[in-house]
C-alpha cells in the first residue's frame, strides 16, 4: 500500500483519485467529465469538487498523444461478473487517464450483430480496442475489428493469440498450484467447478486442476467436476450438485471468485461449516472475496494491472501505425498469487 501512494504522489492525479476523494465509482467521474444528464446535481458537484481539490485535468483525455490527434480507445466488455469488471475499468480509466486518451466503454451481448457493434466503434472513431473476457476469445469479434482496421487487445485469455497483442496470466499453472495447496493440506477428493466453455482459460484452469491430481497419484473422478458459467447462480447449481453426492468433497476449488462465492452460501445452507467441514476457493481475488464470511483463499489475478498493460499496449500501437510503422503482436505475461485467507483447511 505504501509503495502504490507513493507512485500517485511522482504522478499527475488520476480519474480513480478524483472518484476516491469524491467518494463515487470512476464511472460516475467519468459521466460528470463528459456532461452526460444522469449524474445526480448533488454528486455532480462532488466530482466538480474533488477535480478542483486535486486539480485534476480531464481536458488532459483530448490531448493528442502525437501530432495534435486525439487518440480514442474502446473498451467493449459483456462479462457476467460485476466484481471483475469494476476492477478492470478502474485500471482502464486509470491508464487512459495518464496516457492522456479518450476511453469509450461499450457493452456487448450475444444478440448484437457483431458487424453493427463494429460500425457503431468506427461511428465512435475508435482507433483501438480492449477485450476482456469474454470477448477475447470471441473469433467473430476479432475477426471483424481487424477487417475494420481497428487495432484490438485481448486480456485474460488462456491462450495469446498469433495475430493479436494480448495480456494475460499463466492460467493451467495458477489452477495448478491452488490444487496443490489443497492436496498438502491433506484434500483427496477435491470438487473443481468449470468455468464457461467459451473461454480457453476456463480449459487451461481444468488442465491446471486434472495436472495437479496425476502428479499427486489422485484418480479422477469426473463426478466431481460441474460446469459453471463464472455466475453466481451458476456456482450455485454446480456446488448443489456436487454436494449431493453419495461421497462429497472436503474441497471445491471454483474458477472464480463468484461461483466460489456461491459455493460457501450453499455450504452454509446445508449446514456445512467453511472450512471445518468443506475447504472452498476461489480465482481472480475481486473485491468480493473479501466481503463475504469466511474471506476468500483465491488465486489472486491482477486484474486492474492488467487492463492498465493492455490501454497502454494499445496507445503505442495506435501510435505507431499511425507512425506508419509496423509492430508485432506483442504477449505479456503478468505474475499471479496464492493468497491463503480463511477459507482453507485440512480435512476433518
Known amino acids: 500500500m505504501e509503495a502504490r501512494s507513493s507512485r500517485r504522489q511522482r504522478n499527475a492525479p488520476t480519474i480513480n483519485d478524483v472518484a476516491q476523494h469524491a467518494g463515487v465509482s470512476p464511472m ?9 444528464q444522469i449524474v445526480r446535481p448533488e454528486t455532480k458537484e462532488k466530482v466538480e469538487q474533488a477535480i478542483a481539490a486535486l486539480n485534476y485535468s480531464p481536458s488532459a483525455a483530448a490531448r493528442s498523444l502525437a501530432g495534435g490527434e486525439e487518440i480514442r480507445v474502446g473498451l467493449l466488455y459483456s462479462n457476467p461478473s460485476a ?19 479518450d476511453l469509450m466503454v461499450e ?10 457493434v463494429v460500425d457503431h466503434l468506427l461511428r465512435g472513431r475508435i482507433n483501438g480496442v480492449v477485450l476482456p473476457p469474454p470477448l477475447c476469445d470471441h473469433q467473430g469479434v476479432k475477426d471483424a475489428l481487424a477487417a475494420a482496421g481497428i487495432t484490438a487487445v485481448a486480456v485474460a485469455t488462456g491462450e495469446a493469440p498469433d495475430d493479436m497483442s494480448a495480456v494475460r496470466i ?3 499453472a495458477a489452477a495448478l498450484a491452488m490444487t496443490r495447496h489443497l492436496i498438502a493440506l491433506g484434500h483427496r477428493r477435491i470438487g473443481f467447478i468449470k468455468g464457461h466453455p467459451n473461454l480457453s482459460a476456463s480449459e487451461r484452469r481444468l488442465e491446471g486442476y486434472r495436472d495437479a491430481l496425476a502428479e499427486a497419484g489422485i484418480e479422477p473422478d469426473e463426478t466431481l467436476v460441474a460446469q459453471g458459467y463464472f455466475t453466481y447462480r ?10 449431493a453426492l453419495p461421497q462429497p468433497p472436503t474441497a471445491i476449488f471454483a474458477s ?4 466460489a462465492a456461491a459455493t460457501v452460501a450453499i455450504a452454509h445452507r446445508g449446514g456445512l461449516d467453511v472450512p471445518r467441514d468443506l475447504t472452498v476457493c476461489g480465482f481472480d481475488d475481486t473485491s468480493l472475496a473479501t466481503t463475504i464470511w469466511p474471506e476468500l483463499t483465491t488465486i489472486r489475478q491482477p486484474i486492474s494491472a492488467m487492463s492498465r498493460a493492455a490501454v497502454e499496449l494499445l496507445v ?4 505507431a ?5 509496423a509492430e508485432k503482436p506483442a504477449h505479456l505475461l503478468l505474475d499471479y498469487e496464492l493468497i491463503r485467507r480463511q477459507s482453507d483447511a485440512p480435512p476433518q
Open 256 to 259: 472464480n471468485d463468484d461461483m
Open 234 to 243: 451458476s456456482g450455485l447449481e454446480a456446488a448443489e450438485t456436487i454436494l
Open 170 to 172: 499463466d492460467d493451467h
Open 321 to 325: 501505425r499511425k507512425g506508419k510503422g
Open 83 to 101: 466484481n471483475y469488471l469494476s476492477e478492470f475499468l478502474v485500471g482502464s480509466l486509470d491508464q487512459a487517464s495518464r496516457s492522456g486518451i
Open 28 to 36: 460516475t467521474v467519468s459521466r460528470v467529465i463528459n456532461g452526460e
Open 316 to 319: 503505442r500501437q495506435i501510435k
Open 107 to 116: 457493452k456487448w451481448d450475444e444478440e448484437s450483430a457483431v458487424d453493427a
